[in-house]
């Protein structure tokens, strides 16, 4: 045990820690979601400029079908991709941040990255100006 959170096993620090990595991937992988719901939505107003253009150009039954069969259309039933944004956060993302305060409220004392502290710790170089313990 080091002397950061020193009452906090190393066990602890380290599965802690796992969660806490967990859940930055799971961010990540949200802001893919955001991505896609971005592109999707951006795709779709193109879509609907296309179908004006291609109208424009004498071509109505490709317009048509276009905004008939794509333009507005869901990407999973019943869903347009803000709703899977809105289901993903509220069954996954949500619960999962909840939990995660939990087990640092219950196991580390609120503290955050406790295992990364503590490798910090142990890495730096003492006396360095670039490796100080803190700001």
């Known amino acids: 045990m ?20 967990a859940l930055e991937y799971i961010e990540r992988a949200r802001g893919h ?10 795709g779709d107003l ?5 179908v004006d253009e291609l109208r424009e150009a004498g071509h109505t039954e490709f317009a048509d079908e276009l905004s008939t069969e794509l333009v507005g259309r869901n990407v ?25 305060g939990r087990v640092r409220a219950d196991l580390t004392d609120g503290q955050r ?16 100006s670039e490796h100080t313990k803190n700001p």
């Not at 896609?36 to 951006?42: D, E, T, V, Y």
């Not at 193109?46 to 296309?50: K, N, R, S, T, V």
């Open 2 to 21: 080091s002397d950061t959170a020193p009452h906090i096993s190393d066990d602890t620090a380290e599965a802690v820690g796992k969660v806490g990595e």
């Open 33 to 42: 979601l955001f991505s896609f719901h971005q592109l999707i939505g951006r």
């Open 46 to 50: 193109l879509l609907g400029e296309a």
């Open 76 to 100: 999973l039933e019943g869903r347009w991709t803000f709703q899977v944004v809105e289901e993903f956060d509220d069954t996954y993302w949500g619960p999962l941040r909840e939990y995660v």
């Open 113 to 128: 990255h406790v295992h990364e502290a503590r490798m910090k710790e142990e890495r730096r170089t003492r006396g360095h």
